[in-house]
């Protein structure tokens, strides 16, 4: 018998929660949402300090990058989770908007109608369930619990007493009127645990009659007849089934999925998909294109007279955090930061800092060597732009990943502005009686050319990939695929520029956004 839905939301991550949950609020609306991975269930989701051991697991895509010709020919690794809440179940749970020059260039000049600034506020608003900060800019009672991290390490406070002290005004609010300046990052957590788009929107609607959740189906490829999306091919259970829809086909599996799986239903660049052996349904040349995240690379110190995270992963604070969510689980690594522009000229910060009291660098994938701090600087209006191919007609295959990282030269120079002033921020007094001597790189005493080469070594993934199905080129205003009937997406490949700041409530608002016009269409 033909199962047939009015709405396949392939991919239940950051947005696709979002719109499982708006599209089932209405009782005569059938949704079915498949996720390529499990159900949320690790330990380690739930406690923040622990999101780095979900990395190169049964959780984890586990990407890896090609060779990146800026940056010593070396490939980069790109985590992403496989489960329930895609990457809001495994990131650093930091809460960013991003600035609204960034949602108003989308509008002016990426033709990207209705997402101007003002106009998606109200969904980050909507979404938004602020422990402190109240109205206009902030919400109270959505689903999306956001708040004050119940532990910070003494070393975080004292990088933001050394940051304003160097010159960057002091902030509570990094989502208020005015984005730049240093302080403590609000995050998505609830009473100390880890708050995803699962358990903010999926979980509490499980019982939802006209809701089905289906997990370990993994998409092959949209169904279409002539231009028209009809269903879902997926593999559930060790079978090929397929999965029709009455409305639209809704693709939410983020800025590496959502491109490949169009690609691999014939929706792409034509000579390519004929490269690998598929057929060419609706030609659109930019599918995958405009790849683009933000670098991340930092100093690390060794420090002194003060403690690292790693101390604390003992039996006793695991107890302190399952009873109390409080004590040094409770910390997202990445504590503090800030926002700050690298010259005067510019419309909006474009250096964002971030923080964290101990040894983190090559995500964390490597032993500390003892007690350490990681001063990071984060490009986060990048000008490079790179793409996303299919190696293999297969779509269990993983896909070409090319950021590009630093093809254009003027992001190294940023790159290098922005370490420069996290190194004079360190040399101030309130984190200065902490900091030993450097570990990567081993001196500070560095050329801007010795400095490149150490950008060049350490820079790694902030885990912002976008961009790839962009407003403007692959989808229009209402998220509608050019070219073909019911079928749209929404996820954080529909942004044609990358916000300032970390890219998870704003996908979070893509997701609400785009559930307002499904249901409007």
């Not at 489960?83 to 260039?105: E, H, Q, T, V």
Request: charged content about 20%; some cysteine.
């Amino acid at each position: 018998m033909r199962e047939t839905f009015d709405y396949i939301v392939v991919g239940a991550g950051s947005a696709g929660c979002v719109l499982a949950n708006r599209l089932t609020e209405d009782p005569g609306v059938r949704v079915l949402l498949l996720e390529a991975g499990g159900e949320d269930t690790a330990d380690e989701i739930r406690i923040p300090a622990a999101f780095a051991n979900l990395f190169k697991t049964k959780w984890d895509w586990n990407y890896e990058t090609v060779e990146q010709k800026y940056m010593g020919d070396r490939t980069s690794y790109w985590p992403r989770m496989k489960a329930l809440g895609g990457c809001s179940s495994m990131n650093a749970m930091i809460y960013i908007r991003g600035n609204r020059a960034d949602y108003d260039a989308w509008r002016d000049e990426h033709g990207a109608t209705g997402w101007g600034w003002d106009d998606v506020l109200p969904y980050f608003v909507r979404a938004e369930h602020n422990t402190r900060l109240g109205g206009p800019l902030h919400g109270g009672d959505g689903p999306l619990f956001v708040e004050d991290r119940r532990y910070t390490h003494e070393l975080s406070s004292a990088w933001v007493q050394a940051a304003v002290a160097w010159g960057m005004k002091p902030t509570d609010d990094f989502n208020g009127a005015d984005q730049e300046g240093a302080g403590q990052y609000q995050v998505t957590c609830h009473n100390g645990r880890r708050w995803s788009t699962a358990d903010a929107y999926l979980r509490p609607i499980l019982d939802r009659p006209n809701l089905t959740v289906r997990t370990n189906a993994q998409a092959t490829k949209v169904v279409l007849e002539s231009t028209r999306a009809v269903g879902v091919e997926y593999v559930h259970k060790g079978a090929v089934k397929t999965t029709y829809v009455d409305r639209e086909v809704v693709l939410s599996g983020g800025a590496i999925n959502s491109p490949q799986l169009l690609m691999l239903s014939g929706i792409g660049p034509a000579e390519h998909l004929r490269e690998v052996g598929i057929d060419v349904v609706v030609g659109i040349d930019q599918v995958g294109e405009n790849l683009h995240d933000h670098p991340a690379a930092a100093i690390i110190y060794s420090t002194r007279e003060t403690t690292d995270l790693i101390d604390y992963v003992t039996p006793g604070r695991l107890v302190q955090w399952q009873l109390a969510g409080r004590g040094p689980l409770a910390s997202n690594i990445g504590e503090a930061g800030g926002f700050i522009p690298t010259s005067d000229d510019l419309p909006a910060p474009d250096m964002q800092f971030i923080v964290a009291p101990t040894f983190f660098y090559d995500n964390g994938m490597h032993e500390p060597p003892g007690r350490g701090f990681t001063a990071a600087a984060v490009h986060v209006a990048p000008k490079s732009r790179g793409r996303l191919r299919l190696r293999s007609g297969n779509p269990l295959w993983r896909p070409e990943i090319d950021p590009a990282y630093y093809t254009d030269p003027s992001d190294m120079a940023v790159m290098i502005a922005g370490i420069r002033m996290q190194q004079e921020i360190c040399e101030r007094p309130a984190i200065a009686r902490y900091l030993g001597a450097p570990y990567k790189p081993e001196s500070l005493e560095l050329t801007d050319a010795e400095l490149a080469d150490h950008v060049r070594d350490v820079t790694q993934t902030l885990y912002h990939p976008v961009g790839t199905c962009s407003i403007g080129t692959v989808v229009d205003p209402t998220l509608k695929v050019n070219g073909v009937e019911g079928l749209r997406v929404a996820d954080a490949s529909v942004m044609p520029m990358v916000p300032r700041g970390n890219t998870n409530a704003p996908s979070i608002m893509v997701g609400e956004k785009a559930a307002d016009l499904l249901k409007g269409s």
